[in-house]
């Protein structure tokens, strides 16, 4: 059982805004500004896609935002395209006492 | 550009030692941690440690006991070891990098699917 708690799936039809939740405690999501966002397609490495809540590296479009609220963060997908049609995990910095890093178990995004 | 390329065994028998290995071609090998994630068949992805070119690590503590982290720093490779291997052990090896400061993983290798089975 992963440590964050995301949706098993999500999905929305081209053009349209799809939110996926990721649910830690104050141990992680709430207690951390380091909450991460992954697109992992099918036989590819994860992208980095939203860090320290709701950067965007360079080159992910804006379409890709992200939010936290108390242990509770978000990644929106807005303006949906068949190529967002992918598996994404969170990730939030966990350390107290040591360092730890914890992610969530994935939601597999579908474009309908 | 940076690349990350890595290899290693890919079928492993119960009790054996897991042993990958990572290249990282392009930018700076200095001021980033280098890291191991894996993600095992049908669950989410694990964290597994971490290290810098000047060896300094940091380890998930469920997998400890266990895990190895080491650097070549002339060769800019960095290595991972975990011994006493089960089925459990089985997933899809990934190692990536992240900023000193942000705990975001921007690079990352193209994985090592290993399989623990007797």
């Known amino acids: 059982q992963s440590a964050l708690t995301q949706p098993p799936s999500a999905s929305g039809s081209p053009g349209q805004s799809v939110t996926i939740s990721c649910t830690g405690t104050s141990s992680d999501v709430g207690g951390y500004n380091h909450v991460s966002w992954y697109q992992q397609h099918p036989g590819k490495a994860p992208k980095l896609m939203i860090y320290?809540?709701?950067k965007r590296p360079s080159g992910v479009p804006d379409r890709f935002s992200g939010s936290k609220s108390g242990n509770t963060a978000s990644l929106t997908v807005s303006g949906l395209q068949a190529e967002d049609e992918a598996d994404y995990y969170c990730?939030?910095?966990?350390?107290?006492?040591?360092?730890?890093?914890?992610f969530g178990g994935g939601t597999k995004l579908t474009v309908l | 550009q940076v690349q990350l390329q890595q290899w290693g065994a890919g079928l492993l028998k119960p009790s054996e030692t897991l042993s990958l290995t990572c290249v990282v071609y392009g930018g700076s090998f200095s001021g980033y941690y280098w890291s191991w994630i894996r993600h095992p068949p049908g669950k989410g992805l694990e964290w597994i440690g971490e290290i810098t070119h000047s060896g300094s690590t940091n380890y998930n503590p469920s997998l400890k006991s266990r895990v190895s982290i080491s650097v070549d720093t002339s060769k800019n490779q960095f290595s991972l070891k975990v011994s006493s291997v089960t089925a459990a052990d089985t997933a899809v090896y990934h190692c990536a990098r992240r900023d000193i400061v942000v705990v975001a993983y921007d690079y990352w290798g193209q994985g090592t699917l290993v399989t623990v089975s007797s």
């Open positions: 320290e809540v709701s």
């Open positions: 990730s939030s910095y966990a350390g107290s006492n040591n360092f730890d890093v914890v």
